[in-house]
Every structure is written in structure tokens, then in C-alpha cells.
């Protein structure tokens, strides 16, 4: 059973940037990033395939960057321009090669004004 680990959350000002980390124990194919503010519905912010294609949300286009390393089965999403609405626990979901996917057990991105 692969399993996944999250880090790299904290308190940030706004303007400020952070760097997501999203390390599993086996193999793994795409990796989606999402984040859920208190009250909302989770949201889907970023993915990136093993292949390295990517897709981001329109609130995030320009300021997050998300990247992996095969060889370490991690992925990362670098978030810059941090703004007060980016807050809220982000979690990421990989996709595994028996099929399914796994998730993250979310980090905590605060983010002051």
C-alpha cells in the first residue's frame, strides 16, 4: 500500500511563498494538489503528470508552480504572491499504479494580511 506524506505548511504574510512537499512510498503516476478553506468546498489547484504536464487553477495561474521528482516519488507545489484568499488545509492526491489513488493528509497554509 502506497502511502503519502505531506509538508511544508505554515504562516506566511501575504506576498509571501511557500513550498509544498507531497512524498509517497511507491511509484506513482499524476499528482493533483487541492485546498479547502473553512467552509468551502474542496478545490483542485494544481496537477502535473509523470510526464510533467501540468494544469493550474485560474486563481493560481502565474503565482504557484508545481514540479516532482520521479526518483524520489515526491511531488511539490511552489506557492509565491501568497494572498490571504490562498489559506486553508491543501492536500494532494496521487494516482498509483494498482489503480486508485491515495491522499495526503493535508497541510495547514495560513496566510496573514
Given amino acids: 500500500q502506497v502511502h503519502v ?3 511544508g505548511g505554515g504562516l506566511v504574510q501575504a506576498g509571501g511563498s511557500l513550498r509544498l512537499s ?15 478553506a473553512p467552509g468551502k468546498e474542496r478545490e483542485l489547484v494544481s496537477s502535473i503528470t509523470r510526464g510533467g504536464s501540468t494544469n ?17 516519488n515526491t511531488g511539490y507545489l511552489q506557492m509565491n504572491s501568497l494572498k490571504p ?6 492536500y ?3 494516482y498509483i499504479l494498482s489503480g486508485g489513488s491515495v491522499w495526503g493528509q493535508g497541510t495547514q497554509v495560513t496566510v496573514s494580511s
Fill in 22 to 36: 507531497c512524498a509517497a512510498s511507491g511509484n506513482i503516476f499524476s499528482i493533483k494538489w487541492y485546498r479547502q
Fill in 56 to 72: 493550474y487553477a485560474d486563481s493560481v495561474k502565474g503565482r504557484f508552480t508545481t514540479s516532482r521528482d520521479n526518483a524520489k
Fill in 85 to 90: 484568499d490562498d489559506a486553508g488545509v491543501y
Fill in 92 to 94: 494532494c492526491n496521487v
Fill in 5 to 7: 506524506v505531506e509538508s
